[in-house]
């Protein structure tokens, strides 16, 4: 057969339901083969997009998202993308044309190097010369994304290899039954845990998975230990838990600390350094700590656990579970007392509104399983902060490579994989505008995500930093267009939240519309430094 056609019969056996790029000239064989396919076709009005769905939709379900893009611009465009799948830890396989292997007219039009380009930012990347091996490469390739750690891998599919014919045939995709972890590290691993005073449970990416839900639960439960979760983690273990002792927000101390400050032993669980640094939780070095995941730990100088238990992790949470004793912790109970009194959200009625109440009234407009995404910004840090999550992946955000722009493709990639939950995404007004022409993606395929837009008219996190740091109000201010007509010349609804407006009710009847829906939404940012410098350098742990 046709070997673009033998690459897409291959995907559709690794499970793939969605392709998410902006085709090229060198793509066309691909592009064709994909029109006869069970494949859904997502063409995107950036690369860069394109990447953010597939990630998402990696994060989400497990299974690797697929991106896809031309050679030259059209790859430069994914990179950022890419680099964000391969932080995050979220399965994603990117393929990318290429000109002709044999006979390249073009010259050196467009042309790079595609591969070497993207080897630092994926855990593999590599063109394919021969027809006969994409079966092979290509099953390689999702193994390799989806295995432990996650991240993202690339392929290159030259024009004259797509168009060429070939004999090779699909390859059977097989299950990876992941190891029990080290039995005497287990036991290792109950005896400090059972030695420990106040021993806290850190909870992070890794552990926002469907097979580790359950038994971290059932541990959480029958051990009595309480739970911090990082940004990337929230959602795990129920804000509603009595266990739970909410979320980090900020890279700095912050009420959360009070628990960690007192823990003698922190139990992390699918933790990574890149997300929440342990210096932030571990400056004196002298946390004892267990390292729970299914791949050993990226030891740094303020992270070097004691015990790593690698293996599947549902696995050694239940085999733990029963070793560890359980206890009483008067001390994280009455810090979760503590933390519910401070880390509250109001819907007070100023104008324009403070960030606390955006956080209270997008909690009360959505469902315990509704999906919220957010950009990149000091709202993050927010809602990361004051938004009760209480269930697995309804809390999509970066903190790994933190970039702008990925809020509103994460949503409308949120959206196709569950089309029955309600799916908002909150951003700037400045991350908002760098990936805003997918408005038209979203109401072309008729994805009704609804959108709002914090708006201060700057880069607001920035600001922040930059007083902070003793400089004068310098080169963050912008003007933005008028959100509403932006909106509707897209063919979605567009509303502004005015004085006197119930940003409540406003977001009740964008859901009842059934289309996007743009909200912008003006914000007086005036509380961050008060709450993010001042406030936090000068709290006492009143317990």
Sequence with gaps: MKASDLFVRQLE???????????????LDFLESLRTSHIRLVVTRHEQAAAFM????????????????????GATNLVTGIAHAQLIGAPLVAITGQKAIRDNWQASFQLIDVVSMMKPITKSAETIADPGTIPTVVRNAFKHAQAERPG????????????????????????????????PTIEGAAELINASKHPLLILSAGANRKLIWKELREFVESTGIYVVHTQMGKGVLSDDSSYSLFATGIH????????????????????????YPPYVWNPGLDKKIIHIDFVEANVDRYYDPQFEVVGDVSVALRQLAAKVRRREDSLFRGLRSFLLDKLSASCDRNYPL????????????LAADDILTLDNGIYKLWFSRLYRTFKPNTFILDNALATMGAGLPAAIAAKLVHPERRVLAVVGDGGFMMNAQELETAVRLNVPVVVLI???NAFGFIKWKQRNAGFPDFGLDY?????????EAHGAAGI????????????????????????????????????????????????
């Excluded at 403070?354 to 407009?365: D, G, S």
């Design 13 to 27: 056996e690794e499970g793939v339901e969605f392709i998410f790029g902006l085709p090229g000239e060198e793509n």
């Design 54 to 73: 597939a990630a998402t939709y990696g994060r989400l379900t497990g299974k690797a998202g697929v991106c896809f893009s031309t050679l030259g611009p």
């Design 152 to 183: 993202a891998v690339h392929i290159e599919l030259p024009e004259d290899v797509a168009g060429s014919d070939t004999e090779a045939k699909v390859q059977k995709a097989a299950r990876v039954r992941r190891p029990d972890p080290d039995v």
């Design 252 to 275: 700095k101390r912050d009420y959360v600390n009070c628990g960690i400050d007192r823990a003698d032993l922190i139990i992390t669980v699918g933790y990574s350094i890149v997300e």
């Design 354 to 365: 403070l960030p606390q109440e955006i956080v209270c009234h997008v909690r009360k407009a």
């Design 454 to 456: 914090v708006n201060d």
């Design 479 to 487: 003007t933005n267009p008028d959100f509403v007509k932006f909106a």
């Design 496 to 543: 502004k939240v005015g004085r006197g407006d119930d940003l409540g009710e406003i977001l009740k009847k964008a859901f009842e519309l059934q289309k996007v829906t743009v909200i912008e939404c003006p914000v007086d940012y005036s509380v961050n430094y008060e709450a993010f410098s001042k406030e936090i350098e000068d709290f006492v742990c009143e317990m």
